[in-house]
């Protein structure tokens, strides 16, 4: 924050228009030059006169100003999108943003400012986007920096740090964290009966040093019994489906879960 100032200034304020004081600055001038080219007495004084005269027409007034300095803004972004929900991590980003809060109250010339981001759909977590419109209300020159309470799952990172102040991330968790996740890389939209479908996956374990190993992948179509196979862990993996009739056909998958895990929400598919 700025401390307050006091500032005293010269400012102008014309008694006529301003081409018309240079016209008379000029005509004024030729005079007193005439008067010292002829020697003529007086000549000092009749200058000392003119700028007198057109000093006053000018309109000068000293002025005095009492500034008083606008606080910085920080900026808190809370996710709470639908990963944001996996075991205590909303808990935990409620209890960082209500701590945040009461810090920031306690620190003279600092304005928080908290926005939620939402659930984006199929657009994934669009942190940054909602970010840059917060923003947009803050004067670059007053943004003291960002936080952002989010577990990084995010999908619109820039190359740049918006607003150019430094941005700080923190992660809600109760220490390392594990989770299985299922993840679909392109399943098609239809097929043809008597032909087969090439379904594209892959089985993740993130949080785990050196993931390696299967895991066991169940497939049922249409409710039938499921089939089961082995699923090579970060490895994309390629399922050959048959098309037997014609209509939509249903794929439940689901993999076996993860021994400590986070959460079972992204085992399935």
Same mark, same amino acid.
């Given at each position: 924050?700025?401390?307050?100032?006091?500032?005293?200034?010269?400012?102008?304020?014309?008694?006529?228009?301003? +081409?018309?004081?240079?016209?008379?600055?000029?005509?004024?001038?030729?005079?007193?030059?005439?008067?010292? +080219?002829?020697?003529?007495?007086?000549?000092?004084?009749?200058?000392?006169?003119?700028?007198?005269?057109?000093? +006053?027409?000018?309109?000068?007034?000293?002025?005095?100003?009492?500034?008083?300095?606008?606080?910085?803004?920080?900026?808190?972004?809370?996710?709470?999108?639908?990963?944001?929900?996996?075991?205590?991590?909303?808990?935990?980003?409620?209890?960082?943003?209500?701590?945040?809060?009461?810090?920031?109250?306690?620190?003279?010339?600092?304005?928080?400012?908290?926005?939620?981001?939402?659930?984006?759909?199929?657009?994934?977590?669009?942190?940054?986007?909602?970010?840059?419109?917060?923003?947009?209300?803050?004067?670059?020159?007053?943004?003291?920096?960002?936080?952002?309470?989010?577990?990084?799952?995010?999908?619109?990172?820039?190359?740049?740090?918006?607003?150019?102040?430094?941005?700080?991330?923190?992660?809600?968790?109760?220490?390392?964290?594990?989770?299985?996740?299922?993840?679909?890389?392109?399943?098609?939209?239809?097929?043809?009966?008597?032909?087969?479908?090439?379904?594209?996956?892959?089985?993740?374990?993130?949080?785990?040093?050196?993931?390696?190993?299967?895991?066991?992948?169940?497939?049922?179509?249409?409710?039938?019994?499921?089939?089961?196979?082995?699923?090579?862990?970060?490895?994309?993996?390629?399922?050959?489906?048959?098309?037997?009739?014609?209509?939509?056909?249903?794929?439940?998958?689901?993999?076996?879960?993860?021994?400590?895990?986070?959460?079972?929400?992204?085992?399935?598919?």
């Amino acid at each position: 924050m700025r401390p307050e100032q006091v500032i005293a200034a010269v400012r102008f304020d014309p008694l006529l228009p301003v +081409w018309l004081i240079i016209t008379l600055a000029v005509i004024a001038l030729l005079i007193v030059g005439l008067a010292a +080219w002829r020697r003529a007495r007086g000549t000092l004084l009749r200058l000392a006169a003119f700028v007198v005269l057109l000093v +006053w027409l000018c309109g000068p007034r000293l002025v005095q100003e009492t500034r008083e300095g606008l606080p910085d803004v920080g900026l808190l972004v809370v996710d709470q999108t639908a990963s944001m929900q996996v075991g205590e991590r909303a808990k935990l980003a409620e209890a960082a943003r209500a701590s945040i809060a009461e810090q920031a109250s306690h620190l003279p010339g600092l304005e928080l400012r908290t926005i939620t981001v939402p659930e984006s759909g199929d657009a994934g977590t669009r942190l940054f986007t909602e970010i840059d419109k917060a923003l947009a209300d803050i004067p670059r020159a007053r943004l003291a920096g960002t936080i952002v309470v989010t577990d990084g799952q995010v999908h619109d990172i820039p190359e740049a740090t918006p607003g150019g102040a430094p941005v700080n991330v923190l992660i809600p968790a109760k220490g390392e964290e594990i989770d299985r996740r299922l993840r679909i890389i392109e399943a098609p939209g239809y097929g043809i009966v008597g032909k087969s479908v090439i379904l594209r996956l892959a089985v993740d374990d993130l949080g785990v040093a050196h993931p390696s190993g299967s895991a066991r992948l169940s497939l049922r179509r249409d409710g039938e019994p499921p089939q089961v196979e082995s699923v090579p862990i970060g490895a994309e993996r390629r399922i050959e489906v048959p098309i037997t009739r014609a209509g939509p056909t249903v794929l439940e998958l689901a993999a076996d879960p993860l021994p400590g895990e986070v959460s079972l929400l992204n085992n399935r598919a």
